[in-house]
């Protein structure tokens, strides 16, 4: 069974939809989230549905790690997206890390600075990472190798339940209605027609930030339902981690709260296939390798939560933000490839500034 560490936000939010809004939002995670703090702000009238409760998904389950860039290193974004992309989207989410935090206005969200480390697997990813450090300096971001590990001080960690439930916190009263499933859209001339149960919203504009399960709603969109799984140990008595660890293309990471519970997710590469999937369940296999990894990392307390949570890859594994193709009235704010934290209230302001 998941079991996720992180408690979800303490409030609740039942509702049921309205029978007409300006802007409907589809997901309560940190897109959801993000995407009505910045319309409220922009003083937009609109009303956020969720089929669960908030912070239920993969913003939920998360490592909570607030990372610059994409899952790959600096010397291959480069490659992939070409120079002067690979900076932006650096830029783009070291902004995000400094402006979520912002927003949550003080509240407690588990956040510290402690800068992450990125370790190699092998020699490949030795080689990039050491060519990423001098791509980096070059560009002006803060790196440095230290001769074992590429230190980017200025990422962070988080829980990330905390945050969602931050920013939620923030909306009008009424905004978020949670236990909505939305179940079917019609885009018509000048609105959008949703079915949840038995209840329809005429809505003037809608915005999926349903993520992993954005084709469950519109089976066009190409986002690829992605399995990571993690598990916690009780408070440790010392402290076995410095600081956040990302390793084997970001596949592996691990860290230790300042409470000391160690936090160690990943190992989909050892199983690639059997990951693309919307099965939430912990698997043996996987749960047998964090097992072992956490025990060389030198943890000694027992095992106390153990969960999997649900990614959406692109294709591009970038964001989709934006207008959707051949549905008019219709965003969307999702596809974040395992980098959501990273990504989505940046993203969520860039979509909210279209409508
Ligand atoms: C184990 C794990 C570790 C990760 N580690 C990190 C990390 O350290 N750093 C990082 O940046 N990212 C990490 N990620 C990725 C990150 O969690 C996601 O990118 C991010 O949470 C996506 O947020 P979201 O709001 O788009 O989606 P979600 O949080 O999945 O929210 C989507 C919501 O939409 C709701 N919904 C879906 N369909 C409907 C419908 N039809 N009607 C109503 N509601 C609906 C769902 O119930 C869900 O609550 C990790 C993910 C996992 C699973």
Not at 25 to 47: F, K
Not at 82 to 106: C, P
Request: hydrophobic share 40%; net charge negative; with cysteine.
């Amino acid at each position: 069974m998941s079991t996720p560490f992180w408690a979800p936000p303490p409030e609740k939010y039942p509702g049921r939809p309205p029978a007409k809004a300006d802007v409907l939002i589809i997901g309560g995670g940190i897109a959801g989230t993000s995407l009505l703090w910045h319309l409220t702000n922009r003083r937009v009238d609109a009303v956020l549905v969720e089929r669960e409760h908030i912070a239920w998904g993969a913003s939920g389950r998360n490592a909570g790690f607030l990372l610059a860039g994409v899952a790959s290193s600096y010397a291959e974004a480069v490659r992939t997206y070409g120079r002067e992309k690979a900076r932006e989207l650096w830029e783009i989410t070291n902004e995000n890390h400094d402006r979520m935090i912002e927003a949550a206005r003080g509240q407690e969200v588990g956040h510290r600075r402690l800068g992450t480390a990125i370790l190699p697997s092998g020699e490949d990813e030795r080689a990039l990472l050491i060519e990423s450090e001098q791509l980096l300096q070059e560009d002006s971001f803060q790196a440095r190798w230290d001769g074992r590990r590429l230190i980017n001080p200025r990422d962070g960690e988080i829980n990330p339940a905390a945050m969602v439930g931050a920013l939620a916190r923030q909306a009008k009263p009424g905004a978020i209605r949670e236990g909505v499933h939305v179940t079917s859209m019609t885009p018509r001339a000048r609105d959008v027609v949703l079915t949840a149960g038995e209840d329809e919203c005429e809505a003037g504009v809608v915005i999926l930030a349903t993520n992993a399960y954005t084709p469950q709603l519109v089976p066009s969109v190409k986002i690829q339902p992605t399995r990571a799984q993690m598990l916690a140990t009780a408070p440790e008595s010392t402290t076995t981690i410095d600081i956040p660890v990302y390793s084997h293309f970001g596949y592996r990471y691990w860290r230790q709260l300042a409470t000391g519970e160690v936090l160690i997710g990943g190992w989909r590469d050892t199983t690639l296939e059997t990951e693309k999937t919307l099965d939430a369940e912990p698997t043996a296999e996987i749960q047998k390798q964090l097992d072992r990894a956490v025990r060389e990392l030198g943890a000694k307390a027992e095992v106390t939560h153990r969960w999997a949570g649900t990614m959406g890859f692109t294709e591009s594994g970038l964001p989709m933000a934006g207008p959707l193709e051949g549905m008019p009235h219709v965003y969307i704010c999702a596809g974040f490839t395992g980098h959501g934290m990273g990504f989505a209230f940046m993203t969520a302001k860039q979509v909210a500034e279209m409508i």
